[in-house]
């Protein structure tokens, strides 16, 4: 009945509240938190028109002219809350970093179930709306679409894999000749085994139905041509079983599949100093691995943190 209660409140509570409740994560995310001190240049676009309204991503755009042939790297962002709750201000530091770093960020509204009474399948239809949009915006943004990186946390991280692995919920308003499944992602604590949570009766009939649960779990969909990932866990978080499941699977079919586990730490561990450094810090070396980024990290290590474990 534990492990049901963690569950619970991993999957449903908000990022924020759930680490109120946690040992080891006793303050609130602060709102102020920066990766950089540096300027990016920032501004709203609507990707897509709802019937509960209009649906924005928050865009950070390296400062500076950009010279037209240059074409950069895209992550588009997804914040967690158990599809219920949330902003898209949860990512700004690390989209405020990765401008400074040459890369084209956007944090994603999306729909939710507290403010436009919508169910997980809503979330993952607008989440492919996102990637859709930056693609064929690529001239406008001045990206690489074959360089578009999903990430999110928790139930974002559950979206931004959604858009890579999830054939289910397309728009019907979206130009589907344009691919939603992203080149990479990066994965904070995300929820991957939905169809489980479900059948243990931790995600609740008022979230989804199991034929939703089904459909939304990115773990059953995993195949050759999945884009490499980078994923991370606190060791204390529950939901790390369904990454350890995801890492298994995508090893086995021989994919790229990093783990980064940080010891005893708790679900929504990567939110808060001096975690979010060190997360994005090897976000930065993920990236630059797939020559997305050039030379090293701009933002230093803090003194004194225990390392994250590859698992």
């Known amino acids: 009945m534990k492990l049901i209660a963690c569950l619970l409140l991993a999957t449903f509570v908000s990022l924020p509240a759930l680490a109120q409740n946690a040992k080891k994560a006793k303050k609130a995310p602060k709102e102020d938190i920066k990766l950089t001190s540096e300027a990016v240049k920032t501004r709203e676009v609507v990707y897509k028109t709802t019937p509960q309204g209009e649906l924005k991503l928050h865009v950070f755009s390296p400062s500076g002219e950009v010279q037209a042939a240059v074409q ?17 201000k949860q990512f700004v530091p690390q989209a405020e970093y990765l401008a400074t770093r040459g890369i084209v960020a956007a944090c994603a509204d999306y729909r939710i179930l507290n403010q436009h009474k919508t ?5 993952v239809e607008d989440a492919k709306s996102a990637i859709r949009w930056v693609r064929g915006h690529a001239v406008e943004l001045g990206i690489d679409p074959n360089k578009v990186i999903a990430s999110g946390g928790s139930a974002g991280g559950h979206l931004a894999a959604c858009t ?13 000749s344009i691919s939603a499944k992203p080149n990479a992602m990066v994965l904070f604590n995300p929820a991957l085994n939905i169809s489980t949570l479900y059948k243990e009766r931790v995600t609740g ?3 989804m ?8 779990t990115p773990n059953s969909f995993l195949s050759k041509d999945t884009p490499p990932a980078i994923i991370f866990f606190g060791t204390a978080d529950k939901l790390k079983l369904g990454g350890d499941e995801y890492v298994k699977k995508a090893r086995e079919l021989g ?6 586990s940080a010891k005893d730490m708790p679900h929504g561990f990567f939110n808060r100093e001096p975690w979010i450094q060190v997360t994005a810090r090897k976000m930065d070396e993920f990236l630059a691995s797939l020559g997305y980024l050039g030379g090293e990290p701009t933002l230093k290590a803090p003194e004194g943190v225990p390392s994250l474990d590859k698992e």
């Open 72 to 88: 950069r790297p895209c992550v588009v962002f997804f914040f967690g809350g158990g599809w219920k709750n949330g902003t898209f």
């Open 205 to 207: 009939e008022a979230l």
């Open 164 to 176: 890579a692995l999830v054939s289910a919920y397309d728009a019907e308003s979206d130009d589907k």
């Open 255 to 260: 994919l790229r599949a990093e783990m980064w």
């Open 119 to 123: 169910l997980p399948d809503k979330a």
């Open 209 to 216: 139905t199991l034929e939703m649960a089904e459909a939304i």
